[in-house]
């Protein structure tokens, strides 16, 4: 039975009580629901390997609980929470076959001869082994993409109540990926086992996941669906980790309880933003930071309306879309913008002065720290 | 899906001693008793050497009486002990400094010059620290003797020079002698770093416009000074702990090793005989801090993510130095297994050619010999298992669990590896000696715990490189599985670290078959093996019944080893490194 799971005020400190005290999980607290493909993402660094390996077992928290269902996991040990994983480098053992290395979870919970030999054949066709199956070869003789199906299977083949996916796909060249992506939803959803699946690859967790968790040194800073994180992140960090955001230092005009007017520094561009649910109100005359992605940003050679004036520094034609760095007024934005074209703006070359303009109904607003308003 | 399979069903609140109970002691009880020897016969004898060397002089030399510096007193006052001190001082250094000399240039001749079977070269290049050493001396008596054909031929080119060849007894025996069976360990290494050098870092010098001889002197050089450092320090640790060598050709020079079995048999001074190996641990401790304290500087960490293979030289001239250098070391140094294999079926060797042709040396063997030959497979075989085991759990043990106080675990395992035999020795009769709580003396036990004492650091460096170069979460992949630590153990990582135990184990076993420098302070009538019986052939002057049995281990030996190699593709220089 596939079964959820529950973090309630986990914290993992690594090194407790010496001089290099690492806090690498802090008060971590969310349920993935039974049967969900849950992708934990953020830079290298953030915790979601530990979060792991904890959940695993291969490491054990330092306070708070984890439950499996209903039962408290935190201090059995991992060989005893019924669970599958696959390993980066998918730590297939290279003296077994590859029946011998799907079928030992089964060897391990002693299930009969012919038990294992029916599930190991039902799980390498969910995986599409088959064939090789039949030759039955070392894994070392299988292609990256096969052995990381043989890891999958593996892990599955014992019915765990939980899988957990350690960066599974950042061994494969990237088209290889783009495919097993698509293979992992197909066999995650055709087992329905509770599935996490750790990654650094925002587009990839954004692909494969039902939610995501974006962590960022230690703190889970936001969990939604993909379109929740894109279209609605809480923070600037969101914001700029999913996809990317560039950022307008502004002041608030006036606030009320409908709408708020913002104001670009410097500029007299003016932003009419919905007032939604805020945690924090601005008033007037606060400072914030109004946030467009670069596929609402547009440039063009001739001044127009709301525009900002800028120099193009490079532009990079990344397939279906035209990307343009765009360097403007230190004052406005400190870093270099990021836009978006659908396509080559036609006499805009690099080192053009250009103007940049906004598309007014898709920004959001953060507080100068970017956290969420 | 079934509920079957799910292991956890009501862990909800388990008494504590329930708990205790669960828990895997599978582990604990295993990692225990390699400990636990380590603690009684390696950590307990030496701390009783130590003490024993500030003991003062007693009537009956196991029972304490004070403290004093007497032992010290006449090492220092004592014009013969000094000599042996400085003996052993002159002839390990004088081993190194030459191997290095002959090592480094045929390595690189063999890693970057092409020549025809290289392969050839490196096993042939390794023989001489396979076969007993002490043997390769004796031969050497035949060879450089007054009217030896060694001798009669250099005498004869170098003549025009106006140089003679020295006496064979005496230093210049013992350093020829250590030197060409040493070699090969300054060889082996500086092959493997030669070769093994990331010929991009040559090739970018190269680019910016640097000479050959200064990428050498500034790229290749450098890059291969820890592994020089490394292997230097091997050589030195082996001479210096050398018996059998000085006990054949020494004559009356005197090294530390012998001067202890000599201080040791002479007066039963137990006492005496712990100051001198305190001495000598102090002299090997102290090489061993300066070769860490040269070589720490110069640890580089590789940082490039792209290898080539490193280019030959393949000009005529280069080709031609290469072979003639390769040539002249391996005939000398292979000399004396030839040797030993030729006159055991003669029954004199004293001019240029041997005389007197016989079976009977061989026919001997079955007569005299069997029992012999019995007590060295017995104690050979027990040992190497023991090592073999012990070897591999304590390497998991620091490698894998990283306890508190690995290094110092680690240390101390590897402790026996530095230290002289003799010293082994002398700190397992100081510690079971006398009238004690046990008394090994003379025992079948006392040889077999030196030699695991000894040899267990053979398998577990072999066993510790192996496991840093495999992956935990092959070990984590089994635990998530559902598999317990022992089941893990026997199933996933000992399958995986079976070539280095065996390669270990193949190492220890053919070194103990040939082991002098421990037996022969612990050996009793009953417990005599082949190379005690081969010492004292050479010491009656009996050379022919030596060499056949010296053959009969060769033969042992090559035979082993041959095996090895073709069934695995082991590398047994794992287990010689530090």
Same mark, same amino acid.
């Given at each position: ?373 | ?97 030459? $191997? ?286 023991? $090592? ?191």
């Amino acid at each position: 039975m596939s079964k959820n799971v529950r973090y309630e005020n986990v914290n993992k400190i690594f090194g407790l009580g010496t001089k290099n005290e690492v806090h690498a999980l802090k008060d971590i607290s969310f349920t993935i629901e039974e049967g969900e493909l849950f992708c934990l993402l953020g830079p290298s660094g953030c915790g979601k390997t530990t979060l792991l390996r904890n959940t695993a077992g291969l490491d054990t928290i330092t306070s708070g609980k984890m439950y499996y269902g209903d039962v408290d996991i935190s201090t059995i040990p991992p060989y005893k929470r019924n669970i599958g994983m696959v390993f980066q480098s998918y730590a297939l053992y290279p003296h077994m076959s590859i029946f011998e290395n799907v079928a030992y979870g089964l060897r391990v919970r002693k299930v009969p001869n012919d038990i294992v030999t029916r599930k190991v054949t039902e799980v390498m066709e969910l995986v599409g082994l088959q064939e090789e199956l039949k030759r039955n070869p070392s894994p070392t003789a299988l292609s990256g993409g096969q052995q990381q199906r043989v890891a999958i299977a593996r892990a599955l083949v014992y019915d765990p109540d939980v899988l957990l996916l350690d960066e599974p796909l950042a061994n494969l060249d990237a088209k290889l990926r783009r495919y097993m992506r698509a293979e992992i939803r197909r066999i995650q959803k055709a087992t329905n086992i509770t599935t996490i699946f750790v990654t650094h690859d925002q587009e990839e967790a954004m692909a494969v996941g039902d939610r995501l968790a974006v962590l960022r040194k230690g703190i889970v800073e936001q969990i939604g669906t993909s379109d929740e994180l894109y279209n609605r992140p809480k923070n600037a960090f969101v914001a700029n980790f999913i996809g990317k955001m560039n950022f307008f230092n502004s002041h608030v005009q006036s606030s009320g309880p409908k709408e708020t007017v913002v104001e670009i520094d410097t500029t007299g561009i003016r932003f009419v933003i919905k007032s939604e649910k805020r945690h924090v109100e601005p008033k007037a005359g606060d400072a914030v930071l109004v946030g467009g992605r670069p596929e609402y940003l547009s440039v063009s050679a001739e001044k127009k309306e709301d525009s900002i004036p800028g120099k193009v520094r490079i532009i990079q034609h990344l397939g279906s879309f035209i990307r343009y760095e765009v360097e403007i007024d230190r004052n406005i934005s400190p870093v270099t913008l990021e836009i978006d074209m659908d396509s080559m703006q036609p006499g805009i070359h690099e080192g053009d002065d250009i103007f940049v303009t906004f598309d007014h109904d898709r920004v959001a607003l953060f507080s100068p720290e970017g956290r969420e308003l | 899906m079934k509920a079957k399979y799910s292991m956890i069903e009501n862990g909800a609140e388990t008494s504590r001693i329930k708990k205790f109970f669960q828990k895997d002691f599978s582990q604990l009880i295993i990692f225990a008793v390699p400990m636990l020897f380590i603690a009684v016969f390696l950590l307990y004898p030496m701390a009783i050497t130590l003490l024993r060397a500030f003991w003062a002089p007693a009537e009956n030399n196991y029972r304490f009486t004070g403290w004093s510096l007497e032992g010290f007193r006449t090492f220092f006052t004592t014009k013969l002990y000094l000599r042996a001190l400085g003996n052993s001082v002159i002839v390990s250094l004088s081993v190194t400094f030459l $191997c290095i000399l002959i090592g480094v240039p045929m390595g690189y001749c063999v890693a970057r010059v092409k020549i025809p079977g290289r392969k050839l070269l490196l096993s042939l290049g390794i023989l001489p620290i396979i076969m007993p050493s002490f043997v390769g001396a004796y031969t050497w008596v035949i060879l450089l003797g007054n009217n030896g054909i060694v001798r009669t031929a250099l005498n004869w080119i170098l003549s025009p020079l106006g140089i003679k060849i020295p006496s064979i007894y005496g230093m210049f025996g013992m350093i020829l002698c250590m030197t060409l069976t040493y070699y090969p360990f300054v060889f082996q290494m500086a092959y493997g770093a030669f070769s093994g050098a990331n010929a991009l870092l040559e090739e970018s010098a190269m680019l910016m416009g640097a000479s050959k001889a200064r990428i050498m002197r500034t790229i290749t050089l450098p890059l291969i000074i820890p592994s020089l450092g490394a292997s230097a320090l091997l050589v030195f640790v082996r001479a210096i702990g050398n018996f059998g060598i000085p006990a054949v050709i020494g004559g009356n020079n005197y090294v530390l090793p012998t001067i202890i079995k000599f201080a040791y048999e002479g007066s039963g001074d137990i006492n005496f005989a712990s100051s001198i190996a305190v001495l000598n641990v102090i002299i090997t401790g102290f090489v061993l801090y300066l070769q860490k304290f040269i070589v720490s500087k110069r640890e580089y960490e590789t940082i490039s993510s792209s290898h080539t293979d490193v280019k030959l030289h393949e000009s005529f001239g280069a080709r031609l130095i290469a072979i003639i250098i390769c040539l002249i070391v391996l005939v000398f140094s292979l000399l004396p297994q030839v040797t030993i294999i030729v006159m055991s079926f003669f029954k004199r060797w004293t001019g240029i050619l041997p005389t007197g042709f016989t079976w009977n040396n061989y026919a001997d063997i079955f007569k005299k010999s069997s029992h012999e030959l019995f007590n060295s497979f017995f104690l050979s075989i027990t040992a190497t298992l023991m $090592c073999a085991i012990f070897g591999s759990i304590l390497a998991y043990i620091t490698e894998r669990k990283r306890p508190k106080g690995a290094a110092l675990l680690d240390l101390s395992i590897m402790a026996p590896f530095i230290l002289p035999g003799t010293v082994v020795s002398i700190a397992l009769l100081s510690a079971f000696g006398g009238n004690g709580i046990m008394k090994l003396t003379g025992t079948y036990a006392i040889l077999i715990i030196s030699y695991m004492i000894r040899r267990t650091p053979y398998v577990y460096r072999s066993v510790v490189a192996n496991l840093t170069q495999l992956n935990p979460s092959l070990e984590e992949a089994s635990t998530i599985s559902g598999a317990t630590w022992f089941y893990t153990f026997r199933r996933v990582s000992v399958p995986l670290i079976l070539p280095s135990i065996i390669s270990g184990s193949v190492m220890t076993l053919t070194t103990l078959l040939q082991e002098l420098s421990t037996t022969v302070l612990l050996y009793s009538a009953r417990t005599k093996t082949i190379p005690i019986q081969i010492f004292s052939a050479v010491n009656e002057n009996n050379l022919g019944r030596a060499s056949a049995l010296s053959t009969v281990l060769l033969v042992i030996v090559f035979i082993i080893i041959y095996t090895m190699n073709t069934r695995k593709s082991t590398d047994i220089s794992s287990s010689m490194k530090m």
